[in-house]
């Protein structure tokens, strides 16, 4: 009999209260008056136009020069069905009125009326039925991404605006009809298939067919100077762009690149019972793409490094990618087909993809561990978001979508996976996948909000969601977990488990895992089914006493778990490795938190176990871990003398180890800590012979990162190493990369001062991955005593950074900015800017104490250590 509290509900009880509002379509355009134009676009003017228009299609036309500096030429035909007049028509445009030249409404010239970020269609100049708007004008550079030979629009979450004029929400979903002239060299990709293509005067006109019917934020295409690939699978043709030059990589890629593909398709259409929903399935990767990937249906971008393998890679790499692949692929369901109606619930489409993705790499990556990467890929991560003052929930409130990107994040990339699992394991496998299969075929096309997939899922299964769903979606924060052991006559008597919030609330979180009783020769796990704040476990009665007790073996748990002093001495024998990988996030967690493990012992502990752990994901997790705690839990003093004892023990390690993959994580831990003159000539010869240690591959990344470690230690003649390493790349995307980090390396104070101060324009910007590298390296711990007083600065241009850069960079440049500091002189200019600003933009304000997590608590461990 299950728990009282999860007992059956009333059908449809209190569903509203999962959600901060249910589908905007419920109004009628009389609960209306006049819409205030503010910048962005509001709740109030997005419920507006979804009760008026519909039947919308965008006619695009832009001319795209090859030189990067001049004007991209546009124009457009709007059409869309009115369901009443006397109101005008907002149009979205986040750019300046004069490079709107000439705006026509049924076929007769209006006036250009452009405020706050609006094009105003006044109303006397619509009627009922249809409409359409003729545009001329200059597009907006934002979001185009335009680089020396290519561009490439990503216009997620709200930048289509920034583009073109249009309803820019996803509850509009439009048909979209593209024409691209471009150079005569250059290739294009977009949604649809290309109809045809016209060659005239040194310049190629591309006319695409029409689009599915998709929202502004998957609207997309990429041009430029690219290399064209197509393959068929399952009788289905993709076609693949790309810039890559590396003929290894190409060889070692390609063949993975479109099979990955195929069998994330196959595996989508099976486990949905839906056929791919849209009219063709073509991918591009993209140099320093700002994200791993982007769903854009017909035309899926990913960032190259991510796509593109050499025989050195990892198993975690080949993994990451069949992830990436899988994850943006299943989007084409959970996204593309099935929207969500507001970006409150971005989340949904991103934990599915995440769900999905998971499953597919279990069944397409052989040898993979689905259960293990599960556990090293999202407890981490989750919990670094999740245990700071500026944790969010996973649905959060958001009343105007210029704020959509602070949505985006840890918290729904890697707890909701999490969330989704325990789902699954209370509705079990099958009704859960029946309730999925089901919202798919309802909303197909359309949009949906969380509270629709709830009341699928709540007719499917007698638990209580609704107070599940609360503490889970509707809160942020982590349970604690606490527990007590009584004996008789050397046999368990009592087990109790009690949980609270990490903040020291009462609340509870509703969940499911397991727990292991650890003996010399043997594991006994017990299953907890934790549904209120204590529980006592009636089957560990009788049970032998044990060395120690394990907790979340499984890692589906999720909260602070204890750890048990004894465990240390027998945590590398457990033969399972996921429920090493979950002791291990155990101890860290608990090492952050300063209770049961130091700093100092967990390294310990780690050092001892570098021979002896030898699954590669476990390893990878480890000396993560390791790295972390010897650059910001250690005091800076303690470094040079514990560096030539613990490089030794790392290449000893790496000469020990039999697996490939694990001898190079190995050598990169031993590249991320070498202080010592010897590790540094050790690494230089390697570097400079382009000579790996024995059982490594290193590719040409690899002895570009070798060059940037040695210049961040201004090893000896580091401008010529640079120099000399630009000189062996000969793909022309990656030198300029390079080129543009060079001055955040020098050894000059003065230079990297210099490079600091010209982040403040918004152009050094444009390419985001090489700006949040570089940032790794001018606060690399190496570099504190010089680049701390970047940081004040730093904070000051964050509200800048939210408004010009994607949805990704504020968190990542506050992320690389405070991720290796552990002064208290660091963690009080973050106090400091807070206290000064406190009506400051509550969601950026998460970010900063998000990103200032790890300095608050190192500041506090080292204050310990010393």
Not at 328 to 352: I, Q, S, Y
Request: proline share 5%; with cysteine; hydrophobic share 40%.
């Amino acid at each position: 009999m299950k728990n009282k509290r999860f007992q059956p509900l009333k059908k449809g009880l209190l569903l509203l209260s999962l959600g901060t509002s249910l589908a905007c379509t419920r109004h009628g355009p009389s609960s209306f008056r006049s819409i205030p134009v503010v910048p962005g676009v509001s709740k109030s003017l997005a419920d507006f136009r979804i009760a008026q228009l519909s039947q919308i299609g965008y006619d695009l036309h832009l001319i795209l020069p090859a030189r990067k500096d001049e004007p991209v030429q546009a124009s457009e035909v709007i059409s869309f069905h009115l369901k009443s007049t006397g109101q005008p028509v907002q149009l979205d445009f986040k750019e300046s009125a004069d490079k709107l030249r000439q705006v026509k409404v049924n076929q007769q010239a209006v006036p250009v009326e452009h405020t706050q970020e609006h094009l105003i269609i006044p109303a006397q100049y619509l009627k009922k039925g249809e409409n359409r708007v003729e545009i001329d004008f200059i597009a907006g550079n934002l979001s185009l991404n335009r680089q020396q030979d290519f561009l490439y629009t990503l216009l997620v979450p709200d930048r289509a605006r920034t583009v073109f004029p249009c309803f820019d929400q996803p509850s509009l979903k439009a048909t979209f009809t593209l024409t691209l002239t471009i150079p005569e060299d250059w290739k294009a990709i977009a949604n649809a298939p290309l109809q045809d293509s016209v060659l005239t005067a040194g310049q190629k006109t591309y006319r695409f067919q029409k689009s599915d019917l998709i929202p502004t934020y998957l609207f997309s295409f990429a041009a430029g100077k690219f290399d064209h690939l197509a393959q068929t699978a399952n009788g289905r043709t993709m076609h693949f762009l790309h810039r890559e030059t590396d003929k290894e990589k190409l060889a070692q890629s390609v063949a993975p690149i479109f099979q990955i593909h195929a069998d994330a398709l196959q595996f989508m259409e099976q486990y949905t019972g839906l056929k791919y929903p849209f009219q063709k399935f073509d991918f591009v990767s993209i140099p320093d793409f700002q994200y791993g990937g982007m769903e854009h249906v017909g035309a899926i971008q990913y960032k190259a490094s991510t796509l593109f393998l050499d025989e050195g890679a990892t198993q975690d790499q080949k993994i990451s990618r069949s992830s990436l692949i899988s994850h943006e692929t299943a989007h084409m369901w959970f996204g593309d087909l099935v929207t969500m109606e507001w970006f409150n619930d971005v989340w949904m489409k991103e934990v599915f993809a995440n769900f999905m993705a998971d499953k597919i790499t279990q069944v397409a990556v052989a040898n993979s561990n689905y259960d293990l990467k599960f556990v090293v890929d999202h407890l981490p991560a989750a919990y670094g978001v999740d245990r700071t003052a500026g944790a969010n929930p996973i649905r959060q409130q958001l009343d105007n979508l210029q704020d959509a990107g602070s949505m985006y994040g840890n918290i729904i990339y890697h707890k909701a996976p999490v969330m989704m699992r325990q789902l699954e394991r209370l509705m079990g496998e099958e009704a859960f996948r029946k309730g999925l299969q089901q919202y798919l075929k309802q909303y197909a096309y359309g949009n949906a909000t969380w509270p629709d997939l709830i009341k699928i899922l709540d007719d499917l299964t007698p638990a209580d969601l609704q107070a599940w769903n609360q503490v889970w979606v509707n809160e942020p924060g982590r349970p604690q977990f606490d527990y007590s052991l009584k004996f008789e006559n050397n046999a368990i008597s009592e087990l109790t488990l009690r949980q609270k919030g990490e903040d020291g609330s009462t609340r509870f979180w509703p969940q499911s895992f397991e727990i292991a009783l650890v003996y010399p020769n043997r594991i006994q796990e017990l299953t907890v089914n934790m549904n209120q704040a204590e529980v006592t476990l009636p089957q560990a009665v009788g049970q032998e006493k044990p060395q120690f007790v394990l907790f979340d073996v499984t890692g589906q748990g999720y909260g602070v778990f204890p750890v048990d002093a004894q465990m240390l001495s027998g945590l590398y024998g457990l033969k399972n490795p996921v429920a090493r990988a979950s002791a291990y996030i155990n101890l860290y967690e608990n090492m952050q938190n300063g209770r049961s493990v130091s700093p100092q012992q967990l390294l310990d502990f780690y050092r001892s176990g570098l021979s002896r752990e030898t699954e590669e994901l476990n390893v990878k997790l480890i000396t993560g871990q390791l790295s972390d705690i010897f650059w910001r839990f250690l005091p800076a003093a303690q470094r040079p003398v514990l560096a030539p004892q613990l490089e030794q023990e790392l290449w000893t390690a790496m000469e020990r180890a039999t697996a490939g993959n694990v001898k190079k994580l190995l050598f990169k831990t031993y590249q991320s800590i070498a202080l010592s003159a010897a590790a540094q000539n050790r690494l230089y010869q390697i570097w400079e012979k382009e000579q790996a240690p024995a059982g490594i591959k290193l590719s040409e990344d690899d002895y570009t990162s070798l060059a940037l470690a040695l210049a961040v230690r201004d090893y000896q003649n580091s401008p010529q190493i640079l120099a000399r390493q630009m000189a062996r790349i000969p793909n022309p995307d990656r030198k300029k990369r390079l080129q543009f980090m060079l001055p955040a390396l020098s050894g000059d104070a003065k230079e990297r001062d210099a490079f600091f101060a010209s982040l403040k324009k918004e152009e050094n910007r444009e390419v985001e991955s090489w700006v949040l590298s570089a940032l790794g390296y001018l606060h690399h711990p190496l570099r504190a005593a010089t680049s701390e007083k970047y940081l004040k600065e730093s904070l000051e241009l964050l509200a800048e950074i939210q408004l010009t850069g994607d949805i990704f960079f504020p968190a990542s440049w506050l992320s690389a900015t405070f991720g290796s500091y552990q002064s208290a002189a660091a963690a009080a200019t973050v106090r400091t800017f807070l206290e000064a600003n406190p009506e400051y933009n509550p969601k950026l304000k998460g970010k900063i104490l998000q990103a200032a997590d790890g300095v608050f608590r190192a500041e506090k461990l080292v204050q310990q250590a010393k």
